[in-house]
């Protein structure tokens, strides 16, 4: 008696709509006539779902290969996951994707092997070869010392800050002519130029004629070893108003920051507030040569040191225009080179036509103070339009 | 032949390298006449060509170019000395002045000098492209380069003082050549030619040949002024150095500065160009070379420097057997040193495929 009691009574209910006055069957919340028949309810609906489910796959898959012809579906069997790995492993060299559909039955033939070490032992010799004909000459630079090896080496670098540590967009590249003379005028920010750099590898990669802009940069950069190299290599001249006249004069795309030094060595507390526009020197060169004004402004770049002060004496022992004091330098030494991932915005505004003017204009003081100032607030409108619609200096 | 042209030229430093060259090519034009003055006698003797023992400073060097009727003079004595000395300083400057002011008291109508694109002085806010009316701001480290923009400074006033004379000067890029002496050439001598790490500031380069070529050009044609003079290409010191076949040295650029001003060693008191030479760009502007002084070098930087390397026999850096370029013909050499049994099977695979299709 007070085992039934402790059993439940079937919770199914019988074909006259009374509940199922029978004991539970141990372990299970129907009795034994009514267990079977709900149980397999439950498989038939799930049975449904899953058939379902396929023939909506089936239809997708057969959607996804009139669309793609070369589509294949993935394997869901783990040894087919496996395969799939296997094949899209890109970490590869090209060299030894050729081999992978023989991986498996060749691993045992030496040939393959031979194979493998002749391939090896070409990169090997490819990549001696490089430094050899770097210390035997046998390179070619421009007049101006642009180097097309060299850019095409530092490429990947830069096109990894642009695209993944900064994640920049840039708009307006449609403005830059397809060739022709152009001068980019953009403002200047963060300690180290790295504006100009992005300015260019947004350029580069997003201009349907690859152009690359020459960025004119300060007389300190060339008294720094490696720097002066690495940017006269990677096709950037000294600022200077014969070398900016004459770039333009060959037709070049060139870009200038003329805050120069003031605008670099910005402060934390006055980021994007345009310094002086140097002596209007870009005003005069665009005037001799007649070449379009494209104002750039470039958000992001500020923030990515937090330069608090800024030390003179320390400048001027080691001969430095200004020498920063920052969260992270120079208290950790040379980490605190690293920038911070903030998110950038490259705008470039239409052209400001400057063929309109007589040939001697540039000798006109007041014009080229007027157009100065008229170039700088265009800049400093762009920069605030683009801070207005901001909402987070790392996510945009 | 009726002799149109009748010119009385002088060569001072007619023996020297430059005055020999010049004084062989000059003695064989007609209507010229060519005297020569140094204080040593040329390495052979020169047809045609009277040659006075005698000093530049010779105070009787006016009763010489008055009483030769002389027209031209063409000013080549000069010692290249490395370091700043008072006897290279007398020589070079005061000769200089010394015979500038004879050729202005005896009235020859053309002076030539020789001079060099190191008077603009490598600084780092130099333009790309240095004009002849860019300020003179040459080392003043190094001993002929302070004698070269003594001698350039003195000329500036000689120019106005006595317009009257045509006064050309040719200032020429680093010379190099099989056969000359130039700081270039002692440069790209050493065993290791020491650099500064992380500077590799562009070069221009003259073939010797191209320099007298010049002065001769200048001897002959109605041209007066200053002009840039070099090759038409110029390229950095890297690719200078590898097509000479030296590999460099590099030293941080505060260490040898340091070991300069407290001579440390022999490696930078010897060292034929200045430091900054070797730091930041001096490349001149060659547009009245082209236009004015209507003359274009034969021979490329590239080329003279291919030359200098192999007629120099400098000790090649990189054996050459590597040098050949890494191609696909070399791969197939590769491929063809393999086995011959890979070979067979290869060819029987292919034949194979062939009879299938």
């Given at each position: ?179 022709g003379r152009a001068l ?64 333009l ?5 060139v ?30 060169m665009a005037l001799?040569t007649q070449s379009p004004i ?60 400057m063929d ?41 | ?357």
């Open positions: 008696m007070s085992e039934t009691s402790q059993r439940q009574l079937c919770a199914a209910t019988t074909q006259a709509g009374a509940p199922c006055k029978n004991l539970a069957r141990p372990g299970s919340r129907y009795c034994h006539l009514h267990q079977l028949q709900t149980e397999r309810a439950v498989d038939d609906q799930t049975a449904q779902l899953r058939r379902e489910l396929g023939q909506e796959l089936d239809a997708l898959v057969s959607r996804l290969r009139q669309a793609f012809p070369a589509y294949e579906p993935p394997p869901f069997t783990s040894p087919g996951r496996f395969e799939q790995v296997r094949r899209y492993v890109t970490g590869l060299p090209a060299g030894l994707q050729r081999f992978r559909p023989n991986l498996n039955e060749d691993l045992f033939d030496p040939q393959v092997w031979r194979g493998l070490w002749y391939l090896a032992n070409y990169t090997l010799k490819y990549q001696a070869d490089f430094a050899k004909r770097r210390l035997t000459g046998e390179f070619e630079t421009d007049p101006w010392g642009l180097d097309w090896e060299f850019v095409q080496l530092a490429r990947p670098f830069f096109e990894f800050m642009y695209d993944r540590y900064w994640r920049i967009e840039m708009s307006g590249v449609e403005h830059i002519p397809e060739q980019l005028v953009c403002n200047h920010s963060g300690q180290l130029p790295w504006d100009g750099s992005m300015l260019a590898t947004g350029i580069y990669n997003l201009h349907p004629r690859a152009r690359l802009a020459r960025s004119l940069y300060d007389t300190w950069f060339p008294t720094l070893p490696f720097f002066s190299t690495i940017l006269e290599r990677g096709g950037q001249v000294l600022a200077t108003v014969e070398n900016g006249t004459r770039l004069e060959q037709e070049e795309l870009a200038v920051f003329p805050e120069g030094i003031k605008g670099v060595g910005k402060l934390f507390r006055d980021r994007y507030r345009l310094a002086r526009f140097g002596r209007g020197g870009f005003i005069r001799d494209y104002p750039v402004s470039i958000v992001g770049a500020e923030e990515t040191y937090i330069s608090l002060a800024k030390s003179e004496l320390i400048a001027r022992m080691i001969n430095f225009p200004f020498f920063p004091i920052s969260i992270t330098w120079p208290w950790l030494g040379l980490l605190g080179f690293v920038p911070l991932p903030t998110k950038w915005y490259i705008d470039i505004g239409p052209a400001l036509p309109g003017y007589s040939p001697g204009a540039s000798s006109d003081l007041v014009l080229v103070a007027r157009l100065t100032d008229q170039v700088r607030n265009t800049i400093q409108e762009m920069v605030n339009a683009r801070l207005a619609q901001r909402k987070s200096v790392f996510f945009g | 032949m009726a002799e149109v042209l009748q010119k009385t030229i002088l060569i001072t430093g007619v023996s020297s390298w430059w005055g020999e060259r010049l004084a062989r090519l000059l003695v064989t034009w007609p209507g010229y006449r060519v005297l020569g003055l140094d204080t040593e006698l040329p390495s052979a003797p020169i047809p045609d060509l009277q040659f006075t023992q005698a000093d530049i400073r010779n105070p009787l060097l006016v009763e010489l170019l008055r009483a030769e009727q002389v027209t031209d003079v063409c000013h080549l004595a000069f010692h290249l000395s490395e370091r700043p000395n008072e006897q290279a300083f007398d020589y070079n400057v005061m000769g200089s002045m010394k015979v500038f002011g004879a050729c202005a008291a005896a009235g020859v109508r053309k002076i030539l000098w020789l001079s060099s694109t190191a008077v603009y002085g490598a600084r780092p806010r130099n333009p790309a492209y240095l004009s002849e009316q860019h300020p003179l701001d040459g080392s003043r480290q190094y001993g002929y380069t302070r004698d070269l923009v003594e001698v350039e400074a003195f000329c500036n006033a000689f120019r106005q003082q006595h317009p009257e004379i045509e006064l050309t000067i040719l200032r020429c890029a680093n010379i190099i050549g099989p056969r000359c002496d130039t700081p270039m050439t002692r440069f790209l001598n050493e065993p290791l030619p020491p650099t500064l790490l992380g500077f590799d500031p562009m070069l221009q380069f003259i073939h010797e040949d191209d320099v007298v070529a010049a002065l001769a050009h200048a001897v002959s044609q109605p041209v007066s002024g200053v002009f840039n003079l070099a090759a038409p290409d110029h390229l950095p010191l890297s690719k200078a150095l590898g097509l000479a076949g030296k590999l460099p040295l590099p030293v941080i650029h505060w260490c040898a500065y340091w070991g300069r001003d407290l001579r440390i060693g022999d490696l930078f008191g010897r060292l034929p160009l200045g430091l900054d030479y070797l730091r930041y760009r001096w490349v001149a502007d060659l547009e009245r070379m082209r236009s004015e002084f209507d003359f274009e070098p034969a021979i490329s930087a590239e080329q003279a420097l291919r030359n200098f390397a192999t007629e120099r026999q400098t000790g090649q850096a990189v054996p050459g057997a590597l040098l050949r370029p890494y191609d696909l013909g070399r791969l197939s050499d590769l491929v063809k040193k393999g086995s011959s049994r890979i070979r067979q099977t290869f060819t029987a695979q292919n034949a194979g495929e062939e009879q299938d299709v």
